[in-house]
C-alpha cells in the first residue's frame, strides 16, 4: 500500500517542532522503541505506519490505535528520519504533563539551562532514567524533548521520565525552599560535597554553562575535579550530567 499525498505531507510534517507543537504529536521509530512504547500503554499512539510482516508479528500490540497503514518499505523510508529505515514509524499523542510538587519536593530532579544539543538532551534523559530520577526541567531555549534525535538518543526514557519546559524563576516560585546544586567550573570538588535529597541539580549549556543568574540563586556550586594529569577543557554536558548523578545516587 502506498501512502497518499496528504498522508506523506502530514507525516513528514512532524519532522518539525512547529508541526508537533501545532498536532501535539511526536514520532517514534524503530521496532524496539516502537514495541516498549506499545507494551507500556502510557502514551495514546495515533497512527502506525508499518510493514505487513512487522504488522502481522504484533497484532496484540495494536488494540489500542486509532489508525493502522500497512505499507513497503519503499514507503517507509519517504517518511523516516533514520538513517536507514526501519519497519516501524508511529504518531503518539504528547502527554500533559501536571507539575507535581510533592513528587519534585520529595525527590531528585535536574534543571536544564538552554541545552542544545539533541543528542545530549536524549543521553541526559536516559540517564535520569537509569538513576530513576522522575522530573527533568528545561529552560525554554532547550532543545525540545519529543525532537526526534532526542526520542532516539532517549532510547524510551520519555516512557517515565517527565520533562517539561519552565524557566527557572517559575519552578523556583513553586519550591523556594529546595536546595539547587549547580555545575559550575569554580565550585567546590562534588567528591568533598555530601549530597542532600531532595534537590534540583542543574546543568548548563554545553559551551556557555550555567548562565550568571541561575548561577546567582544556586544554594550549591559544584564541580568535577580534573585529573592530575587532565587536558580537556570542558566536560560533555551529558558526561557531566552522569557523573553527578552517579554521585548523587550512592547509598
Not at 120 to 143: E, M, Y
Request: glycine share 6%.
Amino acid at each position: 500500500m502506498k501512502l497518499s499525498i496528504n498522508q506523506l505531507k502530514y507525516l513528514k510534517s512532524l519532522h518539525e517542532r512547529k508541526h508537533r507543537q501545532k498536532y501535539h504529536n511526536f514520532i517514534v521509530e524503530g521496532v524496539k522503541l516502537a514495541n516498549e512504547l506499545l507494551l507500556s500503554d502510557t502514551h495514546q499512539v495515533e497512527t502506525v505506519v508499518a510493514t505487513t510482516d512487522w504488522l502481522e508479528t504484533n497484532k496484540a500490540l495494536l488494540r489500542n490505535v486509532e489508525a493502522i497503514i500497512p505499507v513497503a518499505e519503499g514507503e517507509l523510508k519517504k517518511i523516516s528520519l533514520l538513517t536507514t529505515p526501519n519497519q516501524v514509524f508511529l504518531v503518539v499523542k504528547q502527554p500533559d504533563l501536571a507539575f507535581d510538587e510533592k513528587s519534585v519536593a520529595n525527590g531528585l530532579s535536574l534543571y536544564l539551562d538552554d541545552i542544545r544539543d539533541p543528542g545530549n538532551l536524549g543521553t541526559i534523559l536516559r540517564i535520569a532514567d537509569w538513576f530513576g530520577i522522575p522530573w527533568v526541567f528545561c529552560s525554554p531555549g532547550s532543545v525540545e524533548a519529543y525532537n526526534p534525535k532526542v526520542v532516539q538518543a532517549g532510547m524510551g526514557a520519555f516512557l517515565r521520565v517527565k520533562c517539561v519546559e519552565m524557566d527557572f524563576d517559575e519552578l523556583l516560585s513553586k519550591l523556594p525552599n529546595l536546595p539547587i546544586y549547580g555545575t559550575v567550573l569554580d565550585g567546590d570538588s562534588i567528591f568533598d560535597t555530601t549530597p542532600i535529597i531532595p534537590a534540583i541539580i542543574a546543568i548548563g549549556n554545553e559551551s556557555r554553562g550555567l548562565s550568571l543568574e541561575i548561577q546567582a540563586k544556586l544554594t550549591h556550586r559544584i564541580s568535577i575535579p580534573k585529573g592530575p594529569v587532565g587536558g580537556a577543557e570542558s566536560l560533555n554536558a551529558a558526561v557531566a550530567t552522569g557523573i553527578v548523578c552517579a554521585f548523587f545516587s550512592k547509598k
